[in-house]
């Protein structure tokens, strides 16, 4: 089974720039799309296609895909941003869809 | 606007059936697939699988084989999704996402999400 990997937890200081990575072997020829999730709420999609915001997300939000490796990158982290980020991307066939096992960012 | 109205929460006892509803508005119900994603609790996200609410055929995720069903009423715009033999481990807060296709195919929009407790 296909599998995408990020690191448990994030910890930046309200103004930093805090990166969250997702490896996956397909993503060289596979999109990666960012959700964030914050508590007791439904995911919300604030990357699609590797780099492109969807309409209502901050610019300090963006993405980044290279080789094996996506990066969500939020430049000057605020507080509200605390959640718990997952990528999602498809396995080669393009017919397996996986969530990574997601990364709890704190801003403090 | 496009809306996922899912049913409320159920308690259920082991090997009971739950039947979980994801009621669309704002678009044509038919255009776009539906997905369901599972949560348990303190956990990850997890694609369940989707169908294809053209022609009702659904596709499973590995480990969602057997005991999970997607079906759909296109009459009322509404997916469903059934567990049968329910076990404490499944549950679980569940979720219905729409895939939007543009240039690549993603979820856009989530239901708000259902708990189902699994307990004796």
């Known amino acids: 089974s296909y599998e995408l990997t990020q690191p448990p937890s994030v910890s930046v200081s309200p103004g930093q720039t805090a990166r969250i990575t997702c490896s996956g072997d397909?993503?060289?020829?596979?999109?990666a799309y960012w959700y964030q999730q914050k508590s007791g709420q439904a995911p919300v999609l604030v990357i699609y296609e590797d780099s492109k915001r969807p309409s209502g997300i901050p610019e300090r939000f963006s993405g980044s895909s290279s080789g094996t490796m996506a990066t969500l990158t939020i430049s000057g982290a605020q507080v509200e941003d605390e959640a718990d980020y997952y990528c999602y991307s498809t396995d080669s066939s393009g017919n397996l869809w996986v969530f990574g096992g997601g990364t709890k960012l704190t801003v403090l | 606007q496009v809306q996922l109205v899912q049913s409320g929460s159920e308690l259920k006892k082991p090997g009971a059936s739950v039947k979980v509803s994801c009621k669309a508005s704002g678009y044509t119900f038919t255009s776009y697939a539906m997905n369901w994603v599972r949560q348990a609790p303190g956990q990850g996200l997890e694609w369940m699988g989707w169908?294809?609410?053209?022609?009702?055929?659904?596709t499973y995720a590995q480990g969602f084989t057997g005991r999970f069903v997607f079906s759909l009423d296109t009459s009322v715009s509404t997916a469903y999704l059934q567990i049968s033999s329910l076990k404490a481990e499944d549950t679980a807060v569940y979720y219905c996402?729409?895939?939007?296709?543009?240039?690549?195919?993603?979820?856009?929009?989530w239901g708000q999400g259902t708990l189902v407790t699994v307990s004796s």
């Open positions: 996402a729409r895939t939007y296709c543009g240039g690549d195919c993603y979820l856009d929009y």
């Open positions: 169908i294809n609410t053209n022609t009702g055929n659904p």
């Open positions: 397909a993503l060289p020829k596979k999109y």
